[in-house]
C-alpha cells in the first residue's frame, strides 16, 4: 500500500521539472538559429538543416520548419524539403507565406518527378565483360649486323687506320724529288 503512495509522491516532487521540459528553450533555440544562419551563408546546407533541427527541438516555431526546408532544398534532399514545407503548411496554414511555399512544393514535386522520368528512360547500366589479357608483343628478331657493337667498332679501326695514313702520307715531305731524278716543281 505504501508503494502507490511513494509514487505519487514522486511524481508531485518531479512535476514541476517536468514542466519545466515542456517549455521551450528560446535561449537555446536562438543559438542553434544563428548557427543555422551562418552555416547557410556559408553554403554549408546540410549543417544548417540540422541547427535548424535542433532549434525546432527547443523551440517549435513554424519559421524554423521553412528554414530547415530551404537548407533541405538547397542540399539537394528535394523529398525532405517537400516534407518540411507541408509540415509547415499544416502548423501555420494562414500564414501570408502559405501561397509562396505552396508553389514551392509543386515547383519540388515537379522536380522530382522529372527526375523519376529521366531515370526510367536511362538505360540499365552495362556489364562490362572482363577481356582475356593482351598477348605478349612478339619477340624481336636477330638484329641486323648494322646495329651490333662489333661492327661499329670495325668501322672505327678502318676510319682511324685511313687518317693515320693520310696524315702520314700529307706530312711526309717530297723527298723523291732529292734524291735524284727529273725533279719537279714544288708551288
Not at 513554424?62 to 526546408?69: E, R, S
Not at 523519376?116 to 612478339?138: F, G, H, L, R, Y
Amino acid at each position: 500500500m505504501r508503494r502507490p503512495i511513494l509514487h505519487a509522491f514522486a511524481l508531485l516532487l518531479l512535476l514541476p521539472q517536468l514542466a519545466d521540459a515542456q517549455q521551450p528553450d528560446r535561449t537555446l533555440a536562438r543559438k542553434y538559429y544563428k548557427a543555422g544562419k551562418q552555416a547557410y551563408a556559408a553554403g554549408e546546407y546540410e549543417t544548417a538543416a540540422k541547427e535548424f533541427s535542433a532549434g525546432y527541438l527547443h523551440d517549435p516555431k513554424p519559421a524554423f520548419l521553412i528554414n530547415i526546408a530551404q537548407s533541405q532544398r538547397k542540399a539537394g534532399d528535394l523529398e525532405q524539403a517537400a516534407h518540411y514545407y507541408r509540415e509547415y503548411l499544416r502548423k501555420a496554414p494562414d500564414s501570408p507565406l502559405a501561397p509562396q511555399v505552396q508553389g514551392l512544393i509543386k515547383e519540388i514535386d515537379e522536380e522530382i518527378e522529372r527526375k523519376e522520368i529521366e531515370q526510367q528512360k536511362k538505360p540499365p547500366p552495362t556489364v562490362m565483360v572482363a577481356q582475356p589479357p593482351a598477348p605478349p608483343p612478339p619477340r624481336p628478331g636477330p638484329r641486323p649486323f648494322y646495329k651490333k657493337w662489333w661492327f661499329w667498332a670495325g668501322v672505327g679501326a678502318v676510319v682511324v687506320a685511313g687518317v693515320g695514313v693520310g696524315v702520314y702520307a700529307g706530312t711526309r715531305g717530297p723527298d723523291y724529288v732529292e734524291s735524284g731524278g727529273l725533279g719537279s716543281v714544288s708551288w
